[in-house]
């Protein structure tokens, strides 16, 4: 079963692209507000940022201009477009609903080289 599956990371020169997908079940995603959440090493999990199921986004300051998250309602599915990546988007990226989390993922691994 799905529960929360991503994909789409890997290495990227400084400067690059990545797009990131997340199929997610339905009883998770239904109406939720979904977010793309990252853990460095040795540091806490972030929210990155966060979408309403009507298209409402919010960003935090450090990706602002960079990320786009968006989500494909028929399809239960988020995704995190990142340009202009920096060695300090180096980290495991999880999605997940923003209120009362479902358990984790295995995330997907974003290595920017500088």
């Known amino acids: 079963q799905v529960q929360l599956v991503e994909s789409g990371g890997g290495l990227v020169q400084a400067g690059g692209s990545l797009s990131l997908s997340c199929a997610v079940s339905a009883s998770i995603f239904s109406r939720n507000v979904m977010g793309w959440y990252r853990q460095a090493p040795g540091k806490q999990r972030e929210l990155v940022a966060s979408?309403?199921?009507?298209?409402?986004?919010n960003y935090r300051d450090s990706v602002k201009g960079r990320f786009t998250i968006s989500r494909d309602n028929a399809k239960n599915m988020v995704f995190l477009q990142m340009n202009a990546l920096k060695s300090e988007d180096t980290a495991v990226y999880y999605c997940n609903r923003v209120s009362g989390t479902a358990s984790w993922g295995q995330g997907t691994q974003v290595t920017v080289s500088s």
């Open positions: 979408i309403t199921s009507g298209g409402n986004t």
